[in-house]
T-cell receptor
Framework: NAGVTQTPKFRVLKTGQSMTLLCAQD?????MYWYRQDPGMGLRLIHY???????AKGEVPDGYNVSRLKKQNFLLGLESAAPSQTSVYFC????????????FGPGTRLTVT | DQQVKQNSPSLSVQEGRISILNCDYT??????FLWYKKYPAEGPTFLIS?????DKNEDGRFTVFLNKSAKHLSLHIVPSQPGDSAVYFC?????????FGTGTSLTVIP
């Protein structure tokens, strides 16, 4: 039972390059989330999904796209990376919202030069 | 537009004493409030939660208090232990909104 895994753990991109971050969970959770963490800002929600085939915007969605083709996977894409997207990205999943806790992956540290 | 604020970026407490971490929010529609703990280079882990219909929830050494009229919640840890040294986030949610506060870094001094 791996919980929530994220691939890759580290990545360096040049401005304008694209990449996809993969999140996988083995807990059969309906909800999945992508956050970014920046110094002094806490975690901010980028996009989330309430089930397979659905996605919704969070607080800071611009510059990112997501897909949830399979229930266990949630992909975060950067089509044209910018230095402002340098951050630590966390994926999470939960059974439901409300009091249901989110389970987090270990994070991906992305640097855009 | 910061809907969730933790105004103390850091807090130091002696081992065995009480740690009090505070969180203020502006959105009266939040109906659940969760606290997470985060160690460096790891993802956050869940600690305790409270529903907006309650004013207190307790779990072992951890107690969360909610004051809806003041839009304020606090997490009490007693007694504090060195292993509690971490960053703590409050994380309210409602419907399609999920927020995290800016975090408070707690250091428990042995």
């Amino acid at each position: 039972n791996a919980g929530v895994t994220q691939t890759p753990k580290f990545r360096v991109l040049k401005t304008g390059q694209s990449m996809t971050l993969l999140c996988a969970q083995d807990m059969n959770h309906e909800y999945m989330y992508w956050y970014r963490q920046d110094p002094g800002m806490g975690l901010r929600l980028i996009h989330y999904s309430v089930g397979e085939g659905t996605t919704a915007k969070g607080e800071v969605p611009d510059g990112y796209n997501v897909s949830r083709l399979k229930k266990q996977n949630f992909l975060l894409g950067l089509e044209s990376a910018a230095p402002s997207q340098t951050s630590v990205y966390f994926c999470a999943s939960s059974y439901n919202r409300g009091a249901y806790e989110q389970y987090f992956g270990p994070g991906t540290r992305l640097t855009v030069t | 537009d910061q809907q969730v604020k933790q105004n103390s970026p850091s807090l130091s407490v002696q081992e065995g004493r009480i740690s009090i971490l505070n969180c203020d929010y502006t959105n009266s529609m939040f109906d659940y409030f969760l606290w997470y703990k985060k160690y460096p280079a790891e993802g956050p882990t869940f600690l305790i939660s409270i529903s907006s219909i309650k004013d207190k929830n307790e779990d072992g050494r951890f107690t969360v208090f909610l004051n809806k009229s003041a839009k304020h919640l606090s997490l009490h840890i007693v007694p504090s232990q060195p292993g509690d040294s971490a960053v703590y986030f409050c994380a309210p949610n409602t419907g399609n909104q999920f927020y995290f506060g800016t975090g408070t870094s707690l250091t428990v001094i042995p």
